[in-house]
């Protein structure tokens, strides 16, 4: 068995607990259909491109970015652990290289991200499935948006794994991270209507661009917007995971 | 044949030398102690020994592969305890140990095979569905050191593995070390507890402020640097008698609670003779004597203080 495939088992093995994967499913699940339908009193309709949506079909959507972000910065936690555990060091006393380590973890995301991605959309599925527009772009936009955000929020978590020696230090930078990520975004509400500063805000966000795009394939909607958040979400990603890569590859032992 | 051998081997950190062009060479199928006071720079060596940093300069050949242009074919030979623990948290003990053999892509039926041997071997059948993260200290550490042994190696770096151990644990663990190194293991052993290098290994070198100051078996260290001895003798009555031993020469008397005299010499018959003349003159008996040879950890001791010394 090739060595990068060992770790990725490996990583997997250490990163699927029953408890990650119930808050994986039981987290987005509660504000898809508690939040959904109780701000429904509050959000009727929301329009995206030409379509107009339920409030509950926009946040399920919307759960499917959330949850890429949510399970791959947890997954990019893999290196602070390791760092924590001893298990970095040993990792490289071991038959492997620092490139294959790095390598292991985007997998690992890339798995973890397209898995959470499925799972929320086999649960949200009944709730926006009559405004699905299926057409040529709608799996390969969902599946640009899962590998590309996966590799974006994973390489955030691995930047800060590096960066940061303290655990309190790194607890207080991640869940900040996740504040501003997951709630600063259109993931949850529109950015019409919001006021103009924070309006900006949202675009400031990687998973506004994430959760765009995906919502983009699922209804079936493409213009320019959506091309634009797509170049951002590629060199974003692309540019994240160097600046992860060139750390972990100097990252002193 | 050589497992290690190293030439000028050295590694700066800034200004901070390290390791200062040290030369190495461990045998096939022996126990090589590697000692030094904290800070000496064994950890170091060990990291460059097994890859994990490069040298600043010198040459090393492990396992007759040159280590600086192909680490990972070192690596892939070698098996490495380090000192600082290393272990899965959520991952219980039979998991910890069959998962770390899959990462060496040892075959599965040969995995789960040697984990019951290795779950036995130390002590560990009791916490196998136990959580590393629930573990003690000293269990987490026999986990570290058995999971080593899923995978087959020539040469084993042990980096004061018997940390945290408890003395049954440890003697059980330097015994099973033994074992191996019957069937053919190398090992590379540092350790600041100087009984298990005395138990253990062939070969020794001391290490301070990164140079080596010392290489060669523990008899011949003790031969070497060993010539003082420590005699205890215990006087049947408590009186003060450093006015009367005053004029021996050639060692060290220090008088415990009156009754104690201990002498370090390395002139010891000749210090004793004259101290019992004088007791002998003097009416005093003699209830009990003995005569302890230097260990270890006195010879350690001394070659580190004259090697700070001859530095300052």
Not at chain 1, 113 to 119: D, E, F, P, Q
Not at chain 2, 245 to 267: F, N, P, R, W
Request: hydrophobic share 45%; charged share 20%.
């Amino acid at each position: 068995m090739h060595p990068v495939i060992r770790l990725v088992n490996r990583n997997l093995t250490i990163s699927l607990n029953m408890g990650f994967v119930i808050w994986q499913i039981l987290f987005p699940l509660i504000y898809i259909f508690v939040a959904g339908f109780a701000y429904t009193a509050l959000i009727h309709q929301v329009t995206f491109g030409n379509k107009t949506l339920d409030y509950p079909a926009f946040i399920a959507t919307g759960m499917i970015g959330f949850n890429i972000m949510n399970s791959t910065l947890i997954s990019g936690i893999i290196i602070w652990n390791d760092r924590r555990h001893g298990m970095f060091e040993q990792i490289l006393v071991g038959p492997f290289t620092r490139a294959q380590y790095i390598l292991s973890n985007v997998y690992t995301i890339g798995i973890i991200g397209l898995v959470s991605a499925s799972m929320i959309t086999a649960v949200g599925y009944p709730l926006f499935f009559n405004k699905v527009e299926f057409n040529i772009l709608t799996v390969p936009l969902v599946i640009f948006a899962s590998i590309t955000g996966s590799i974006l929020f994973g390489s955030i978590a691995s930047i800060i794994s590096t960066r940061l020696k303290s655990s309190e230090g790194f607890n207080v930078v991640i869940n900040t991270a996740f504040l501003f990520f997951a709630f600063v975004s259109t993931a949850f509400y529109p950015a019409q209507g919001a006021p103009p500063i924070l309006s900006a805000a949202f675009y400031l966000n990687p998973l506004t661009y994430l959760v765009d795009v995906v919502r983009a394939g699922i209804f079936g909607y493409f213009n320019g917007l959506v091309a634009t958040e797509m170049i951002i979400l590629g060199f974003g990603s692309m540019a994240l995971f160097l600046v992860a890569t060139k750390l972990l590859s100097k990252l002193e032992v | 044949m050589y497992c290690i051998e190293a030439s000028l081997l050295s590694k700066s950190y800034g200004d901070f030398i390290a390791v200062d062009g040290i030369d190495l060479k461990v045998e096939q199928g022996k126990i090589f102690g590697f000692l030094g006071p904290n800070g000496a720079g064994k950890t170091t060596t060990m990291k460059l020994l097994t890859t994990l940093i490069p040298p600043t300069g010198g040459r090393m050949n492990i396992l007759g592969i040159d280590a600086i242009k192909s680490p990972l074919e070192v690596r892939k030979k070698i098996g490495v305890v380090l000192q600082q623990p290393s272990y899965e948290p959520t991952l219980s003990v039979e998991k910890s140990l069959e998962k770390y053999g899959m990462m060496w892509n040892v075959e599965k039926r040969i995995r789960k095979d040697r984990a019951e041997e290795l779950l036995s071997a130390f002590d560990l059948v009791d916490i196998r569905k136990k959580k590393n993260d629930d573990l003690s200290i000293g269990q987490r550490r026999r986990v570290q050191v058995a999971r080593e042994f899923m995978h087959e190696m020539e040469l084993l770096f042990l980096d004061e593995p018997t940390v945290g151990l408890d003395p049954s644990a440890r003697r059980g663990l330097l015994d099973f070390i033994k074992s191996k190194v019957r069937d053919g293991l190398t090992i590379f052993f540092t350790t600041h507890i100087l009984e298990e290098a005395e138990y253990l290994c062939d070969d020794i070198a001391i290490i301070n402020k990164g140079k080596i100051i010392a290489v060669d078996t523990p008899g011949e260290l003790k031969s070497k640097f060993g010539r003082e001895k420590t005699i205890k003798i215990h006087i049947g009555e408590q009186r003060d008698i450093s006015s009367l031993l005053s004029g021996i020469k050639d060692c060290k008397i220090e008088y415990d609670s009156g009754a104690i005299i201990t002498v370090h010499s390395s002139q010891s018959e000749q210090v004793l003779q004259n101290i019992l003349q004088i007791l002998a003159s003097n009416n005093m008996t003699v209830e009990d004597l003995s005569v302890v040879p230097t260990s270890l950890e006195e010879i350690f001791l001394s070659v580190v203080k004259n090697s700070n010394a001859s530095s300052d």
